[in-house]
């Protein structure tokens, strides 16, 4: 609890613990060890990265997400253009890896909902269930069947393939 909270109104709860009744003058081995290492070790270290941060003064780095601007898809690059083939391919993978990472934060809310709500999870955890089914439909109608060695120009085949079923059936 804070220190500056009123005493009134949120009174402190009993002690549940008895007090250690000690039964030796000998000093406890893990104290002398964590003072050994805080000493030897810790203050140190942190002294030292203090002085050297104190020198550095405005020059701190900062670290921040890389940002990556967007190119072209694969069908906009002209025949032959080996490197916007591999800008696309790039992006591709990166697209790739983001959308691996939104299913995986959808799955654990859904885990997370289904934990807290246990049996009832399917009635009080159906907006998270549909999310989660739209998400991985998703993923899948765009990833799903790849392979082991997935790639932009094999994604861009599986989606014109997929248009050109559709159209047959339509």
């Given at each position: 609890?804070?220190?500056?909270?009123?005493?009134?109104?949120?009174?402190?709860?009993?002690?549940?613990?008895?007090?250690?009744?000690?039964?030796?003058?000998?000093?406890?081995?893990?104290?002398?060890?964590s003072?050994?290492?805080?000493?030897?070790?810790?203050?140190?270290?942190?002294?030292?990265?203090?002085?050297?941060?104190?020198?550095?003064?405005?020059?701190?780095?900062?670290?921040?997400?890389?940002?990556?601007?967007?190119?072209?898809?694969?069908?906009?690059?002209?025949?032959?253009?080996?490197?916007?083939?591999?800008?696309?391919?790039?992006?591709?993978r990166?697209?790739?890896?983001?959308?691996?990472?939104?299913?995986?934060?959808?799955?654990?809310?859904?885990?997370?909902?289904?934990?807290?709500?246990g049996?009832?999870?399917?009635?009080?955890?159906?907006?998270?269930?549909?999310?989660?089914?739209?998400?991985?439909?998703?993923?899948?109608?765009?990833?799903?069947?790849?392979?082991?060695?997935?790639?932009?120009r094999?994604?861009?085949?599986?989606?014109?393939?997929?248009?050109?079923a559709?159209?047959?059936?339509?």
């Amino acid at each position: 609890m804070p220190q500056d909270y009123d005493k009134d109104v949120y009174p402190e709860p009993p002690r549940q613990t008895p007090v250690v009744d000690k039964q030796t003058a000998l000093p406890n081995p893990a104290l002398i060890l964590s003072k050994l290492f805080y000493y030897s070790v810790d203050l140190p270290v942190t002294t030292f990265r203090g002085i050297i941060e104190g020198i550095q003064g405005d020059k701190k780095s900062h670290y921040y997400h890389q940002n990556f601007r967007r190119v072209s898809e694969l069908t906009e690059c002209q025949e032959g253009d080996y490197v916007c083939y591999y800008e696309a391919e790039m992006q591709w993978r990166r697209d790739y890896k983001v959308d691996q990472e939104i299913v995986k934060v959808i799955q654990e809310r859904l885990r997370a909902c289904q934990q807290r709500e246990g049996s009832s999870y399917t009635q009080n955890c159906s907006k998270e269930l549909q999310q989660f089914n739209e998400v991985s439909k998703g993923f899948q109608s765009r990833y799903g069947d790849l392979g082991a060695y997935a790639s932009s120009r094999k994604c861009l085949m599986k989606q014109k393939e997929r248009m050109m079923a559709e159209a047959q059936n339509a």
